[in-house]
């Protein structure tokens, strides 16, 4: 494989590799939310935050974890021939199928960065007591739609790279 491609793969892999584990963590900041959610109900002060913040907490931890989820294989998968193929057989269809996830995210890519810029121009806020603006969240699933893409494309190449034969 061209030297390029191998460093892509690294770079991409590594990148999405360190952001999943630091997105790990955010469910620990979301139960801390829902803790003091119920610690407030609890004392009769709820907090009017508290339910959105843990949404867009879990948004976050989803779309920032997704590339990682992608590259180690561990999405769910259905398998009934999938395993009694050979490596390369299982590399000739997933890169046959990356098309398709490509496509995919190339559209939710482009959706989500035009709804982006529509929050950015006009202060999107949501309808609720707390009115958050809403561009922050946008632009992380903006931010994970585009590194799962690029993640879909170091997939390609490491498939490529399995029917050729070869290692990355």
């Known amino acids: 494989m061209p030297r390029w491609s191998v460093a892509y793969v690294r770079l991409i892999d590594g990148f999405n590799r360190k952001l999943g584990k630091v997105a790990m963590y955010l469910l620990y900041v979301m139960m801390a939310i829902m803790l003091f959610s119920s610690l407030t109900k609890i004392f009769e002060i709820p907090a009017l935050w ?6 867009f907490t879990l948004v976050a931890y989803y779309m920032l974890g997704a590339p990682w989820t992608l590259q180690g294989d561990t999405n ?3 398998d009934l021939l999938y395993s009694r193929w050979s490596p390369k057989g299982q590399a000739w269809w997933d890169a046959f199928t990356v098309f398709a996830l490509m496509f995919y995210l190339g559209i939710m890519v482009y959706s989500a960065f035009d709804s982006t810029v529509y929050s950015f121009e006009y202060n999107e806020r949501n309808p609720t007591a707390w009115r958050p603006v809403l561009w922050p969240i946008k ?10 893409f690029l993640q879909a494309v170091a997939l390609l190449i490491r498939d490529v790279a399995t029917i050729r034969g070869e290692e990355i």
């Open 50 to 55: 508290t339910l959105e913040m843990a949404q």
């Open 76 to 78: 769910v998968r259905m």
């Open 139 to 148: 632009v992380i699933i903006t931010t994970g739609f585009a590194l799962l």
